[in-house]
Each structure stands twice: as C-alpha cells, then as structure tokens.
C-alpha cells in the first residue's frame, strides 16, 4: 500500500466517525428535528447502513477469491444468472436493484461458483453507475480467471428514475459487457444472451 491509499483510508475512517454529526445536520437542514424521539437513533442507523451499502469500498479481490481456483480439463459455458444485485446510484444516492447474469469459458482452470456472486456484491457495494458495474464484474472475472471470455449482464430497476425525474414506475436499464470468444464470437454470445434473457423473458 502506497503513502496516498494511507492517507485514502485514514481519511476514510476520520469520515466514518463524522457519519452520524452528518447525518443529523442534513436532518436539520431538510426542516427536521433531529432531537425528536422519532429520529434521535437515526443518525447512527443510517451511519451504519451506508457503511455496509458501500463495503465494497474496503474489500479486496484477492480476499474475496481466496484462492478458489481449481485445474478442470472443461472448456463448455459456465454461467450464474439471476444473482440478485443491490447498489446506490452515485448521482443521487437511490438504490438500483435487479440481476446479474455471468457467464464465462474457462481456460485450463474454474473459479468456485460461490466467488462469483462475492464478486457481484464487491462492486455493488459501492457508489455506482450500472454500466461502470458491468464492466468492473466483467474485467475483474477476467483479470483473476485468465478464461477465453467473460459475459455480464445487468438487469436493473432505478428508483432514481421510479421515485423522481420521470417517474417511469417500469422501466428496466439493461447493460452488457462480453470479453473474448463472447464479443469475437457471435454464437457464444447469442449462446448465452438467450440463456439468460430469453428464459427471463417467458
């Protein structure tokens, strides 16, 4: 760790002690009184949730993977749909929530089906824009597997856009990263586009 990513988390911390202060001063300044009995915990409660909304922040990869690749002479499609996804839009501070459907080639090894919804959560788990979050699960898979290619979908519901702005109560943002032999080959790609949003769709 370089002397600037010590000073990222010193900072950090100094920030995490202030988080409830924070809190009960936005409280006041939206017209509330942080002191009446229906708000005095709030403050620490949403000190608390935003520190576990954004953990992301403070795992690492190789912590996350722990090692949990395994030699397999086995080169068809794995794939882990329907992995449920919550994260905060960076712009405003709302939840978007939905699936992540994964898929990838493997080259000479397997990385533990468990890891990959970790994965998921590491980067869900942070301020985020869902085409960042795409790509980030994609590269990460990737960069650690070393596979022939990776496939990432996202299905998401904004409540930035359900709760205010436009207001559209069913739109859905759909976002896609293919890596390898899943963007140089049409077929791996359809291949697996209809695996996971083809069954969605019936």
Do not use: W
Request: aromatic share 6%.
């Amino acid at each position: 760790m370089n002397e600037a990513q010590q000073d990222i988390l010193e900072s950090q911390g100094r920030t995490e002690d202030s988080l409830p202060e924070l809190v009960r001063q936005l409280l006041a300044a939206l017209g509330e009184n942080p002191n009446r009995e229906g708000l005095q915990d709030t403050p620490s409660r949403i000190a608390e949730s935003l520190r576990f909304l954004t953990s992301g922040y403070r795992m690492r990869i190789d912590e996350v993977l722990n090692g949990a690749f395994y030699s397999v002479c086995y080169d068809e499609m794995v794939i882990v749909k329907d992995i449920e996804l919550f994260s905060l839009c960076e712009h405003h501070l709302l939840p978007f929530f939905g699936k992540c459907h994964v898929a990838y080639v493997p080259e000479k090894k397997v990385i533990g089906l468990s890891k990959i919804p970790r994965i998921v959560d590491m980067f869900a788990r942070r301020l985020q824009i869902q085409e960042r979050l795409t790509n980030q699960i994609a590269e990460t898979l990737m960069e650690q597997l070393r596979p022939q290619g990776v496939g990432v979908v996202v299905e998401a519901r904004h409540l930035c856009m359900m709760m205010r702005g436009v207001e559209k109560q069913h739109s859905q943002a759909v976002t896609s990263a293919m890596l390898g032999v899943f963007r140089d080959q049409q077929q791996t790609r359809e291949e697996f586009l209809s695996l996971v949003l083809g069954a969605s769709r019936t």
